[in-house]
């Protein structure tokens, strides 16, 4: 049961870190916009989280083109 849970994450993880738009995403915090207003360094993305930590993926695909 162990083997098949850590080659679950194993996959999961090449998943993650293959995916192209989960890289060379860099949020910093906007603190002159509302608390957890995060911007994205790369793309210029702009979201802002619930919990005020930056979020975890790259949003460039969600955004209109500038
Ligand atoms: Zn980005």
């Known amino acids: 049961m162990l083997l ?3 080659i679950i994450v194993t996959f999961v993880l090449i998943v ?3 995916n192209p ?3 060379g995403c860099r949020w910093r915090e906007d ?3 509302a608390p957890g207003t995060y ?3 790369a793309c210029g993305a ?3 989280t ?3 930590k930056p979020p975890r993926v790259c949003l460039a695909d969600q955004q ?3």
């Open 4 to 6: 098949i849970v850590g």
């Open 31 to 33: 603190r002159r916009a």
């Open 46 to 48: 702009h979201t802002v």
């Open 39 to 41: 911007r994205c360094a």
């Open 16 to 18: 993650v870190f293959s």
């Open 50 to 52: 619930a919990d005020g």
């Open 64 to 66: 209109p083109p500038r």
């Open 21 to 23: 738009r989960m890289r």
